[in-house]
């Protein structure tokens, strides 16, 4: 994909420039030094020191769970009428706080894409814990690759 951007921009004369992109927790270069000599790719192996490291899916250096993946359970088929009918999502009532940040947000940038008349976070650290045993860390630190 890099290569035909690359290729798009030089023939349109256009100066092209590819910035690291911090909403990734590893780099393009430290997945290819992961990659480098390796017979066999598993996504498993790269994520591992990730999560370590960045203490994503973590409880006191423990992978959450007492288990790193839980691959082979979820390699099942469903049954043959379907999944069937899904819970509703866990969701949550601004409170005051985040209703005057959404008002803040809504009034500096109306301008640009996307919108918060659905934002439905947990508000406070506290409200979001019981939500780490279905598969949700938490929020990620503000800048996951350290950059």
């Not at 890099?2 to 910035?19: D, F, K, Y």
């Not at 809504?106 to 598969?135: I, M």
Request: proline share 12%.
């Amino acid at each position: 994909m890099q290569e035909a951007l690359r290729g798009v921009a030089q023939a349109a004369g256009i100066p092209l420039e590819i910035r690291p992109d911090r909403h990734f927790f590893a780099t393009r270069d430290e997945f290819a030094a992961h990659a480098r000599g390796r017979k066999q790719l598993r996504l498993e192996y790269f994520y591992r020191p990730l999560r370590e490291k960045f203490g994503v899916l973590m409880d006191d250096g423990e992978p959450a769970g007492g288990r790193w993946n839980y691959d082979a359970q979820n390699r099942g088929a469903f049954p043959k009428e379907g999944p069937g009918v899904l819970p509703a999502p866990v969701r949550f009532v601004p409170d005051a706080v985040t209703r005057g940040i959404i008002d803040l947000v809504n009034s500096r940038f109306a301008d640009h894409p996307g919108g918060l008349s659905r934002f439905d976070w947990p508000p406070r650290e506290p409200d979001e814990r019981p939500l780490r045993g279905a598969g949700v860390a938490g929020p990620p630190p503000a800048d996951p690759a350290g950059r």
